[in-house]
């Protein structure tokens, strides 16, 4: 019998008997899965992200402001949001899996037109339903880890699948500068695309199909809304969507704005030199990992606490003049930042009560609209006061994360 047919009909069994069988450490199957998650991670992130090198580019080369230039990277982030909430509902009839699927491939296929928008608006235009396309993969990743692996595991699974999105993000950046550097941006992000669909079709072929996920027929409007509503009401949640929004935002604006003010003088960094600061992602790779094992080992919020503070650090250190301790500081911020959030979205699975992909796609919506309307609203603090305005935009966001995840625990203790 086909692999493949065995694993649905286990999973008819299991969903008949009421067990769940979860992809269990040091099976094949955790492993293909471990690298499926991994790849989504990678192509959705450097699909995503690849623009943001691009930006002082795309100021000069289309005449417009810096704020309106990362609007190439805001109207994605912002559409996605949006997909999210519906990707959440779709997936319950279409399955986890497909939907992923067609995400990363009509996303990678999308990258590739933007190489050949002849103006500004049209690259908008494609930007924005790549945005649209790709809010398929990250709430529904999410939750396919929360229904398949064995909760013991949860956390370093899921630092794992955060490690594929820092990768992704890491790889978007720095390869889409250097290329740009030596070939021009269109054939920069039409080698990103093309990248992207390699890490689709590898997606497609290794990952598992679900054995505890059972599809809903139709789509029915009052289910969907009874679940979000539940998630808003959980005491605790509300806290941890609030963490996403603003960590992400704080992340987001600076490594926006951070490429303005190193292609400027006292620096002078060329979209080489610029693109490789961005390999201080690997710090994020190993953050995320390192912190979904932490969490699992010694309390998660201690270590979300924890992140959030170096998260503020990190910034707070750009603020010398110094070319080293600019980069120190956003390797120390990229750190934190990953940390806490494979941290916090691995809680989202923890404290919800069923439907987990409704959970999952309001931690998302709130992280990508963090990402939307922050990383533009960045823009205005840096034309009008410059570098220090949007540190201290970007600290007191992520005073209010810390102050969120203290609330977060406190209600998850009570519930415990």
């Known amino acids: 019998m086909p692999t493949s047919v065995h694993a649905l009909k286990t999973a008819e069994t299991a969903a008949i008997s009421g067990q769940k069988q979860y992809l269990t450490r040091g099976t094949g199957a955790y492993r293909r899965a471990s690298l499926a998650l991994f790849l989504s991670g990678f192509s959705t992130f450097s699909l995503l992200y690849c623009v943001q090198p691009l930006l002082p580019i795309f100021s000069q080369q289309f005449s417009v402001s810096p704020a309106e230039s990362s609007l190439s990277l805001s109207l994605s982030t912002g559409f996605l949001a949006a997909a999210i909430v519906c990707a959440a509902a779709v997936s319950e009839g279409l399955g986890r899996r497909s939907l992923m699927s067609i995400s990363l491939v009509g996303a990678a296929l999308l990258t590739i037109a933007t190489a050949f928008a002849p103006n500004w608006h049209l690259l908008l235009v494609i930007r924005a339903l790549q945005g649209l396309v790709l809010g398929g993969v990250p709430a529904v990743a999410m939750a396919y880890l929360a229904e398949e692996i064995e909760p013991r595991g949860l956390g370093a699974t899921m630092g794992l699948y955060v490690g594929g999105t820092a990768f992704g993000g890491m790889s978007g950046r720095v390869l889409t500068g250097i290329f740009a550097e030596y070939l021009t941006w269109r054939p920069a992000l039409f080698i990103i695309g093309a990248i992207g669909l390699a890490a689709a079709i590898g997606f497609i072929a290794l990952l598992p199909p679900s054995r505890n996920f059972v599809r809903r027929p139709g789509f029915d409007p009052r289910f969907h809304a009874k679940a979000w509503l539940g998630h808003l009401t959980n005491p605790a949640l509300p806290f941890i969507f609030a963490i996403a929004f603003l960590a992400m935002g704080s992340f987001v604006t600076i490594y926006n704005y951070a490429g303005f003010r190193l292609v400027a003088p006292p620096y002078g960094l060329n979209q080489t030199e610029l693109g490789l600061i961005f390999t201080v992602y690997l710090f994020g790779i190993g953050a ?52 806490s959030h494979s941290i916090a979205s691995g809680l989202v699975g923890k404290l919800a009560h069923g439907t987990k992909g409704h959970a999952s796609s309001l931690y998302m919506l709130a992280y990508y609209v963090g990402s939307s309307l922050m990383g533009s609203a960045g823009g205005w603090f840096f034309a009008v006061e410059g570098w220090a305005a949007v540190v201290i935009f970007t600290l007191s966001m992520l005073a209010l994360a810390f102050v969120s995840a203290c609330f977060a625990q406190q209600f998850a203790r009570r519930k415990a």
């Open 288 to 339: 995320s990992s390192i912190g979904g094992l932490l969490g699992d080992r010694i309390g998660h919020f201690s270590v979300l606490l924890f992140g959030l503070a170096l998260t503020a650090a990190g910034s707070a250190l750009t603020l010398a003049a110094s070319l080293p301790a600019t980069i120190l500081g956003i390797t120390v911020l990229t750190t934190g930042f990953f940390m």
